[in-house]
């Protein structure tokens, strides 16, 4: 069996960066008001792993105020004004939560890896209703 490129290597590398990235915070407690230093966090601990030289990290709080709202924060149609009946209504503690739980549909990441010579660019985006992953670039020095 042949040894895996510097290439291949490289990607897998942002595979596995990506991986720790949205499986470490997904569920995490989000409010438009902590989206940029959880997207902060989220950076600058992927940034800490081998190989890796740039992560950036884009919450959509937009996104983040739909859900909030009970509504689908895919819905660009959704109002997101924060005056709603629901949040006026009487209810338990649910109905008062200014927060949601981190999903990948929610922010937008890109991931750059450097190894032996190659540097890949990964991303994800929300493609449909599902955060897509994908290889966006690979430079061979």
Do not use: W
């Amino acid at each position: 069996m042949p040894e895996p490129t510097d290439a291949e290597q490289a990607a897998f590398e942002a595979g596995i960066k990506f991986g720790a990235l949205y499986h470490q915070f997904a569920g995490t407690p989000v409010s438009p008001d902590s989206a940029d230093s959880l997207a902060t966090a989220m950076a600058e601990s992927i940034e800490n792993q081998p190989f890796c030289t740039n992560v950036e990290v884009h919450p959509h709080e937009d996104r983040i105020e739909r859900a909030i709202a009970g509504l689908d924060p895919l819905d660009e149609e959704s109002p997101t004004d924060s005056s709603s009946d629901a949040e006026s209504a009487a209810g338990d503690a649910t109905d008062e939560a200014d927060y949601t739980e981190l999903t990948g549909t929610l922010f937008d990441a890109t991931i750059e890896i450097e190894r032996e010579g190659v540097a890949v660019r990964a991303e994800m985006a929300t493609a449909g209703d599902y955060p897509l992953m994908s290889l966006a670039d690979v430079q061979r020095e």
